[in-house]
């Protein structure tokens, strides 16, 4: 059995502070500089795995070459596909235009033959991630495409080569709510379809659970319920088939999305039991020491595997999923209000890595009915710098209304509820809450979700540190600079250093 890979570095650009390695100190990493981010994250932090994206963004063709070249003797002592893992995010081509797809499935095929030239002992590239897989078909139409695709290879291009591996072992990235909820399901037709053109089930699966999307389109309760009941689903899926699970979760520094620093490993693991890896996105690498990061790797290299799956009873299933689907329609009532009022300061988020317009032909965009929402990092970014963290939306009316058994019930399952809200509430400016609510009445729903929020946790919230106050300070600053996007982008990135996030 291969290893499996505990940390997966990833280019999720949501650093406030430059990486340590950057030698011109600038934030913003540009694409010829991720061939360095990924050996660094190797070489220098102790990560097993690093996601190499081809989804909505630029990449770089040449990685492997330009990694074995330039990091020659590093990979003859880790081999790469063996010790160490680069693993392709493909684009969706049933949600983006799949101009990029050919590319990097043929920079799978052609890394196996410089690595077997180097007599480098393993195929360095063999695994990729399937962004918003939805249903088990679209898992089997890779495996398909690329099967004619390496079988044409060999047969029109390498005739005199050793002929080219053409199985590629798929992770499923699901990430809406309902299809998290529906993951057994998805991965048992999955394997039906597998075992009908392959004629054997796949040796295992890695699940990859989104946190930022669904958090984006469904909010914060809904989405750690859907990320629980994947999880408790996905254990009884290897129970009952044999096949092994080793589930992998997306997870950003703010609670929002996933709250995982390196402050945080000891509740994350606790919060969390069954995840087998986690993403380490650019704030969890550069925001903090160095020797803290490598301290926190290191530890989730050795304890995730060991944490103990948990597992719900599905009367508890069929309770959470009738809280998650309430808790979505606060959420979205209220965002969908609210949302269009946050786009001048959405505008001024600096950018941190080099990606295609949201809009247009070769990219795809996020919506929740007829509002245009952009990515996860910007909305977390935008909502944080204006004093409302959107841990807050519908969160609160959301509390209020369950029964007292539904309260212990959500509470059971996520014991960190309390401290994510504690945590998020630091970030809170009541007074530019009231100044939006002012401008736009929908937003007293959100002066309502942080009092009844306050009330059903007994928590107060708000700045208690000098940096939280001083963060206070500055988000009061946004609201008058909304229309000078320029000095509103050097206040963000002013802010993003107080919380050692962006978004």
């Not at 996905?234 to 092994?244: N, P, V």
Request: aromatic share 10%; with cysteine; net charge neutral.
């Amino acid at each position: 059995m291969r290893k499996i890979p505990a940390t997966m570095a990833t280019q999720h650009p949501d650093n406030a502070s430059p990486p340590y390695w950057d030698e011109q100190h600038q934030p913003f990493v540009a694409v010829h500089k991720e061939i360095t981010e990924c050996a660094t994250c190797f070489k220098d932090l102790g990560v097993s795995e690093y996601m190499w994206d081809w989804e909505g963004k630029y990449a770089d063709a040449a990685v492997i070459d330009k990694l074995f070249s330039d990091y020659y003797s590093y990979f003859e002592q880790h081999t790469m596909g063996r010790d160490k893992f680069l693993t392709f995010r493909l684009p969706n081509i049933w949600e983006e235009k799949g101009y990029s797809l050919l590319q990097a499935m043929t920079v799978l095929l052609t890394s196996e033959d410089f690595a077997r030239d180097l007599k480098f002992p393993a195929r360095p590239l063999f695994e990729v991630i399937l962004p918003m897989t939805e249903r088990a078909d679209q898992l089997m139409h890779m495996h398909i495409l690329f099967e004619k695709l390496a079988n044409f290879k060999s047969k029109e291009f390498t005739a005199n080569q050793k002929a080219n591996s053409n199985y590629l072992e798929l992770i499923p990235l699901v990430e809406s709510v309902e299809s998290q909820q529906n993951i057994r399901k998805l991965l048992q037709e999955y394997v039906s379809l597998h075992r009908k053109h392959f004629n054997t089930a796949p040796q295992y699966i890695r699940p990859f659970l989104a946190r930022s999307d669904p958090a984006l389109v469904s909010g914060l309760l809904a989405t750690v319920i859907a990320n629980k009941l994947a999880l408790s689903q996905l254990y009884e899926f290897a129970a009952d088939t044999g096949i092994r699970v080793y589930p992998i979760a997306g997870v950003g520094s703010l609670p929002f999305r996933g709250g995982l620093t390196p402050d945080s490993v000891d509740s994350y693991l606790a919060e969390n039991p069954g995840i087998r890896t986690v993403s380490l996105q650019s704030s969890f690498r550069y925001d903090h020491s160095i020797a803290s990061v490598k301290t926190a790797i290191a530890k989730l290299e050795t304890e995730l595997p060991k944490t103990k799956p948990h597992f719900i009873d599905p009367a508890a299933q069929k309770r959470l999923t009738d809280i998650a689907t309430r808790s979505t329609k606060f959420y979205q009532q209220t965002l969908n209000a609210i949302a269009g009022d946050m786009q001048d300061v959405f505008d001024a988020i600096p950018r941190r890595r080099e990606r295609r317009q949201h809009v247009g032909l070769l990219a795809y965009g996020r919506s929740m009915g007829s509002q245009k929402l952009p990515r996860a990092i910007t909305f977390t970014a935008g909502f944080y710098s204006v004093g409302v963290p959107p841990e807050f939306i519908g969160m609160g009316r959301s509390l209020q209304a369950l029964s007292a058994s539904e309260l212990k019930l959500v509470e059971q399952e996520y014991p960190s509820l309390r401290s994510d809200m504690e945590r998020a509430g630091r970030f809170l400016n009541t007074d530019n809450l009231a100044i939006l609510a002012k401008r736009n009445s929908a937003w007293k729903q959100v002066q309502t979700d942080v009092a009844t929020a306050a009330e059903v946790l007994d928590i107060t919230f708000g700045p208690r540190t000098d940096t939280e106050k001083a963060h206070k300070n500055l988000t009061s600053n946004a609201l008058l600079l909304q229309n000078n996007q320029a000095a509103l982008s050097d206040l963000i990135t002013e802010m993003s250093l107080l919380r050692k996030s962006l978004g």
